[in-house]
């Protein structure tokens, strides 16, 4: 940690909320400012790279000006009034739960950025990739930073657009059909969520999340919480994807571009289970503990639901695509996630704020290694890439299949690396479930999650076994192992999937006080 001014702390976050739309807006300039290249494209690509590398710079900067002593409370606050009539204001600030999905998000971001600037997915001008690009990532960021509920619906609804450019003009087969679904489907449910927003700000007077956090539901009566949590609770469990609300994710991966993929995984799921511990817990606790047990019914579900289409995609001679089969498997693990979350327990809400950043780390390093696999190969589907490889990635492309088998292993919650932590105390938080709800219900709940992580470890492990191993056949054809760019886009995710799996108190550290204090009445 290092002594920065509170009002250096300010700048720097309202740099990270608001630089990439600056930056968004240089890349459609006829030449971006101040950088060159071989040629036109190869500029406004480098210059999506430096805009992406300076708001990760300043993200890194603000976690280490961060008062690691008191995460329970809002740092680098800014409080203007921008619509007095409404009484909404620019509020900005983060806190040990919101800091390291904005550090995620930077991180990610500047990967797909870098990634993107050696493998430009083919499609339109780069003008409109990078300003697209620039712009779902200032979106997230808002969505993380942001206090007043109206304008974290804004940027809750900002990040739409773009994604379905990118999936749309950049995407794969079946990418129109893909990015419709996608935008009607979180379109409708960001309608419902938007009226449940009005109706908490028009019955406490104010849309200041701290402010109604604080309060903890006390101006709000049993009926309006309930009615609240139904309607937002719609929208973010859209976006989450909670099942059965998920059967546009599938269809969005398998479309998107690799670094699509990559964001839509690894940022832009965490902004549905971010609203339910950062609006539905603390202001509407009532109506909150009222739905508790479907929610986590719900989860348990998609848990299973999710392992077991991943097993059908897995399966040999199955027409089994890899980037739907890892979509599959981020509705279990958001499963796991919402689970933590129905707890309304310090450690299931840990768990579920620990398995998001684990999830955002290793399905978009997952999603990149798949993305390689198809630049070599020219497919995903399981098949086909086992006739590719002949099953023997390890022999052909030895890093890339190492690469792959440590992602996978991750991914199933291996002790030791990141996944294992969330899911475990989101399990935990289920055996031990708050005073208000049924404690049978929640440990059959947990028993069910429990099993759910048998079932990820088979598919996966059949899919390391169909892709990686077998004996190299003779006169294969070459397979091009992890070259330099790569290595530097994965090599962030590998170290953190490792640093946060050794050293879990360095999330909880940050997390466990600002949710004891969330949960016990709201944030200072």
Same mark, same amino acid.
């Given at each position: 940690m290092i002594d920065i001014n509170e009002s250096v702390m300010q700048f720097l976050l309202a740099f990270v909320v608001v630089g990439p739309l600056l930056g968004a807006a240089a890349a459609l300039l006829p030449a971006p400012p101040g950088l060159k290249g071989k040629s036109p494209e190869q500029a406004v690509l480098r210059h999506g790279v430096t805009v992406a590398g300076a708001v990760l710079i300043a993200a890194i900067v603000l976690a280490l000006g961060f008062d690691h002593d008191q995460p329970s409370k809002m740092q680098a606050t800014t409080d203007i009034s921008w619509i007095p009539a409404l009484d909404v204001r620019i509020h900005l600030g983060i806190d040990g739960i919101s800091l390291p999905l904005l550090v995620l998000t930077a991180l990610l971001t500047f990967l797909c950025a870098l990634y993107s600037y050696f493998q430009m997915p083919p499609g339109p001008t780069p003008k409109?990739?990078?300003?697209?690009?620039?712009? $779902?990532?200032? %979106?997230? $960021? !808002?969505?993380?930073?942001?206090?007043?509920?109206?304008?974290?619906?804004?940027?809750?609804?900002?990040? $739409?657009?773009?994604?379905?450019?990118?999936?749309?003009?950049?995407? %794969?087969? %079946?990418?129109?059909?893909?990015a419709w679904k996608f935008i009607l489907y979180t379109l409708l449910g960001s309608v419902v969520m938007l009226l449940g927003l009005l109706l908490i700000g028009i019955k406490a007077g104010t849309f200041d999340m701290v402010a109604l956090a604080t309060d903890n539901g006390r101006s709000l009566t049993t009926s309006v919480q309930v009615i609240a949590v139904l309607a937002i609770g719609l929208g973010l469990a859209v976006k989450t994807p909670m099942w059965p609300l998920h059967s546009w994710l599938p269809d969005a991966h398998t479309a998107a571009p690799t670094v699509g993929s990559v964001l839509l995984a690894?940022?832009?799921?965490?902004? %549905?289970?971010?609203?339910?511990?950062r609006i539905l817990l603390p202001i509407t606790p009532d109506g909150f503990a009222d739905f508790a047990?479907?929610? !986590?019914?719900?989860?348990?579900?998609?848990?299973?639901?999710?392992? $077991?289409?991943?097993?059908?995609?897995?399966?040999?001679?199955? =027409?089994?695509?890899? =980037?739907?089969?890892i979509a599959y498997s981020s509705v279990g693990h958001m499963g796991f996630v919402l689970l933590g979350i129905a707890t309304m327990t310090p450690t299931g809400v840990n768990g579920a704020l620990f398995a998001n950043i684990a999830h955002g780390l290793i399905t978009g390093l997952l999603f990149f290694l798949v993305g390689a696999l198809k630049d070599r190969t020219g497919t995903t589907d399981l098949d086909s890439l086992a006739k590719e490889t002949g099953a023997a990635l390890y022999g052909k492309a030895p890093r890339l299949g190492g690469l792959l088998a440590f992602a996978a292993v991750a991914s199933l919650g291996l002790p030791g690396l990141a996944g294992f932590w969330g899911e475990m105390l989101a399990l935990f938080g289920a055996f031990e479930p708050a005073d208000q709800l049924s404690r049978p219900a929640f440990l059959t709940f947990m028993t069910i999650g429990a099993f759910g992580t048998l079932l990820t470890a088979a598919y996966l492990l059949i899919v390391v076994r169909r892709v990686c191993m077998g004996a190299v056949p003779q006169q294969a054809p070459k397979l091009a192992d992890v070259r330099t760019y790569e290595f530097a886009a994965w090599t962030p995710l590998v170290a953190l999937t490792v640093v946060a799996g050794l050293w879990p108190k360095t999330l909880l550290g940050l997390t466990d006080p600002a949710v004891q204090q969330l949960l016990a009445g709201g944030t200072r």
């Open positions: 409109a990739f990078v300003a697209l690009l620039l712009v $779902l990532e200032s %979106g997230t $960021l !808002a969505t993380f930073a942001v206090l007043d509920l109206l304008l974290f619906f804004l940027a809750f609804e900002m990040v $739409l657009i773009p994604m379905y450019f990118l999936i749309a003009r950049w995407g %794969g087969e %079946g990418r129109t059909q893909a690894g940022v832009l799921l965490k902004m %549905g289970t971010y609203g339910f511990v047990p479907y929610l !986590a019914a719900f989860a348990v579900v998609g848990i299973i639901y999710g392992s $077991l289409a991943c097993l059908a995609l897995a399966k040999q001679g199955a =027409k089994g695509d890899l =980037k739907r089969l």
